[in-house]
């Protein structure tokens, strides 16, 4: 008999709500200490300034705004954990948005306050079942307010990079959820038994082919923590350095995952 299909992981609507607001908010904390010359500061993210690292982040929630704002999908085709797979299709166009956004909005402040108030007014207004016509197909708006956590989190670290000192702090509950989305997108993409991935305190996946394993420690398992497994999963981080600065163990046969990282491209 084949294994039973293993139910998709839930979220809590609020706590995720809590969790993206949280974590916006400390963005916003964190610029309204920025100067002129750190806001000029080149990225990781290509040609991308500060600035316009910055405000992208404001589109992280004025993204749900837009979508609500198209005609509703008649039916849910798409799955949360579809939406890592499906937003590098998207990469030329926010980087133009970016520019365009940083132009626009000298106070970035304001702007920042602006997405955050359309978002919470939308979320008090529109069920969570409503239905969203994202890249990755038609979703719940409580699944795509998931994701806003992924992107959050990982913008966070693209400032604190940038930033020297900045120290933007993460939520523990958006940490939480972008890692586990993550880490069950692995899954996703290499499904199978043979191989266990542990991210404590947050998540612990069986994938890759092979052998399953019942009892006692698997033979092939990896180990890292939240942040790096974030940095692997977005491309920030190359599995193998992640492996010679002793940020991640790996052992075993199947516990290469170099060909399937990162997984937001």
């Known amino acids: 008999m084949p294994p039973a299909r293993k139910r998709p992981r839930a979220y809590d609507p609020a706590r995720t709500r809590t969790a993206v607001l949280a974590q916006f908010g400390n963005v916003r904390a964190a610029v309204r200490t920025l100067t002129p010359e750190q806001l000029a500061l080149p990225t990781r993210l290509g040609d991308w300034t500060v600035r316009e690292l910055v405000a992208h982040v404001g589109t992280a929630l004025t993204a749900v705004d837009r979508l609500l704002g198209e005609p509703?999908?008649?039916?849910?085709?798409?799955?949360l954990l579809d939406w890592p797979f499906a937003i590098g299709a998207d990469a030329d166009a926010i980087a133009g948005t970016a520019r365009r956004l940083a132009a626009e909005h000298p106070d970035l402040d304001a702007h920042l306050a602006e997405a955050e108030r359309r978002?919470?007014?939308r979320l008090d207004t529109r069920p969570g079942a409503r239905l969203l016509p994202t890249s990755a197909g038609a979703l719940p708006l409580a699944d795509y307010v998931v994701t806003r956590t992924v992107e959050l989190v990982v913008h966070t670290d693209d400032l604190n990079a940038a930033v020297p000192g900045l120290d933007v702090p993460y939520d523990r509950q958006a940490l939480a959820a972008a890692t586990r989305l993550l880490a069950d997108a692995l899954a996703v993409k290499a499904p199978g038994g043979s191989t266990e991935v542990r991210i404590p305190p947050y998540a612990v996946v069986q994938c890759?082919?092979?052998?399953r394993h019942t009892r006692g420690t698997p033979p092939n398992v990896?180990?890292?923590d939240p942040l790096t497994w974030v940095r692997l999963a977005t491309g920030r981080l190359a599995w193998k350095d992640a492996l010679d600065g002793a940020k991640v163990s790996a052992s075993g046969e199947r516990a290469d995952l170099d060909?399937?990282?990162p997984l937001l491209r």
Do not use: K
Not at 72 to 79: F, H, I, K, T
Not at 208 to 211: A, D, H, L, R, Y
């Open 72 to 79: 509703e999908p008649a039916r849910q085709d798409g799955r």
């Open 119 to 121: 978002f919470t007014e």
């Open 208 to 211: 890759v082919e092979g052998p």
């Open 222 to 224: 990896v180990e890292t």
């Open 259 to 261: 060909a399937l990282l």
